[in-house]
């Protein structure tokens, strides 16, 4: 694999590349679907682009706690692929997380539970054990069920950084205004490159569109349903390191542990249901003055791949199915190329998870080295796996930069700058959003600390802080 670091200079290679050439396979959307494509096309030795209108995992890929076997997923597939994420592709990304459930539904993912440990019953004293806040009429007969949990845009961001490893020509503020046509045929697509307003056709053998439920003024959005998601301090619910899953009308309540933080997600738009769901299950209502952070996604409805003309492919996936329908929609893409070969990212381990068991208990060893706090070693781990060296590196060269961010102590200043450096972020919006998030940084803070590798003057940051505020 080559240079996976995301840096300006490396947009600025690979948007030169994409004016001069034909690629095979020009992916549009860069959320965990369209990453995955890139990905699949280019570990076959295909040509690739990528283009995102915003930011990598910017739609919805880009929540800061996914459960990886959303119930909708088909189970054996769900659990085949979180079993591969949690050993191969991610290990440092994606971490087992317990989850109460009372009034569980009975689960074919309890009989198939792969990698994780199997579901208990809990007896009621130990359902309010792990889960304090829950209201003591709702804790006999849980049962505590694992699933695995993942930053969506960490996720969705290693998976484009090792697309680009593999060769792919990934840009971000690319946003597709119309397709190329010959005849029926799709032969490309028209791009408006947001950094500069420029206009850059991109021609290409197969379109594979990945824009989810936005659609982004193309026709190829899929259809989806609202999800409300609210973060949480985690003061305002009592509990540890269990979650809680709980069904509701249209699907589940889950309140998910985050770090310093608790993730709320209930189905539909509308924040006073969450609230009005919480308050049913807890003991004590949690106002709508605790929300954090609150959001509302349209997640897309089923998952698929479709041929809709020759050169244009569209798909959908959640999570867990995202890799093997990337692979379906390279197959279907490539149909008509000759001597392409079959998908090769089943045991793919991606950018992060190479040497992670060699990695994985050198945190004290590393620490020492560094001079920095073990703590902030093993958060660093589990964020960059065994790319932590190129954040050590900005230390060793900067020691300033081994200083926490005030504001967000589990952050240091050094990966703000690894942020733009090696991650992608071009605004300060990208990295509080998604490569900080729910760290509750001080944007002047971080704004000052990219100011100098993006090449912002005062005025530019000081928009952006605003902005960001
Ligand atoms: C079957 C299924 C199961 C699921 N299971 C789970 C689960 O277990 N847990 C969970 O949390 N979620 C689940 N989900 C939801 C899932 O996480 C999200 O739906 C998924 O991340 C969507 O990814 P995506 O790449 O398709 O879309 P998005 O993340 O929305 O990405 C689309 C991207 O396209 C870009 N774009 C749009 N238009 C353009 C344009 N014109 N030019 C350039 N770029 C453009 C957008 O900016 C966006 O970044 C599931 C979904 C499905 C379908």
Not at 277 to 291: D, M, Q, T
Not at 397 to 420: F, K, N
Request: proline share 9%; charged share 20%; hydrophobic share 50%.
């Amino acid at each position: 694999m080559g240079d996976t670091r995301l840096s300006p200079a490396r947009r600025a290679a690979d948007r030169a590349r994409l004016a001069d050439e034909v690629v095979d396979v020009l992916v549009v959307g860069g959320g965990l679907s369209g990453a995955w494509v890139a990905l699949d096309a280019a570990v076959r030795g295909l040509a690739v682009g990528l283009l995102e209108a915003h930011d990598w995992a910017a739609g919805s890929s880009g929540r800061p706690a996914v459960l990886l076997s959303r119930a909708g997923t088909p189970v054996r597939t769900a659990l085949r692929e979180r079993s591969r994420l949690l050993r191969t592709a991610a290990p440092h990304l994606v971490r087992p997380v317990p989850l109460v459930c009372p009034r569980p539904t009975p689960a074919l993912s309890d009989v198939l539970a792969r990698g994780l440990p199997p579901p208990r019953p809990l007896s009621r004293r130990a359902a309010l054990a792990a889960v304090p806040a829950l209201r003591p009429g709702l804790a006999a007969g849980a049962l505590r069920r694992w699933d695995a949990q993942v930053d969506g845009a960490r996720l969705t961001l290693a998976v484009v950084r090792t697309a680009a490893g593999y060769g792919a020509r990934v840009l971000t503020r690319a946003r597709v205004t119309g397709l190329l046509r010959a005849g029926d045929a799709v032969i490309g697509a028209q791009v408006a490159d947001r950094t500069d307003g420029s206009a850059l056709p991109v021609r290409a053998r197969s379109v594979v569109l990945a824009i989810g439920a936005d659609g982004g003024g193309l026709s190829g959005a899929v259809p989806a349903h609202p999800v409300v998601q609210v973060v949480l301090p985690r003061s305002a619910v009592d509990g540890r390191d269990d979650g809680l899953v709980l069904p509701v009308a249209g699907g589940a309540l889950t309140v998910v542990p985050a770090g310093e933080r608790w993730v709320v997600s209930h189905p539909g738009p509308d924040l006073p249901a969450l609230l009005g769901a919480l308050e049913r299950a807890l003991v004590r209502p949690v106002p709508a003055s605790a929300v954090v952070a609150a959001r509302v996604d349209r997640l897309p409805r089923g998952d698929g791949v479709s041929t809709r003309a020759p050169g244009l492919v569209v798909l959908a996936g959640g999570p867990a199915t995202a890799r093997g329908r990337a692979a379906d929609a390279v197959d279907a893409a490539t149909a008509n190329l000759p001597g392409v070969p079959p998908s090769r990212t089943a045991h793919l381990p991606l950018v992060g998870a190479h040497r992670w068991a060699d990695v994985r208990d050198r945190a004290p060893q590393l620490a020492a080295d560094a001079e920095l706090p073990l703590a902030a070693v093993g958060r660093l781990l589990q964020r960059h796996g065994d790319r932590v060296a190129d954040v050590l590196d900005l230390v060793r060269a900067d020691p300033r930069l081994g200083r926490p961010l005030s504001g967000a102590p589990g952050w240091l200043a050094a990966e703000v700058v690894h942020a733009v450096t090696a991650e992608g972020a071009l605004s300060l919006d990208d990295v509080l959003a998604r490569r900080t998030p729910l760290s509750g940084a001080d944007p002047a803070e971080v704004a000052a600390l990219v100011a100098g590798p993006l090449g912002w003057d005062a005025a530019r940051a000081a928009r952006e802080v605003a902005s960001a505020g």
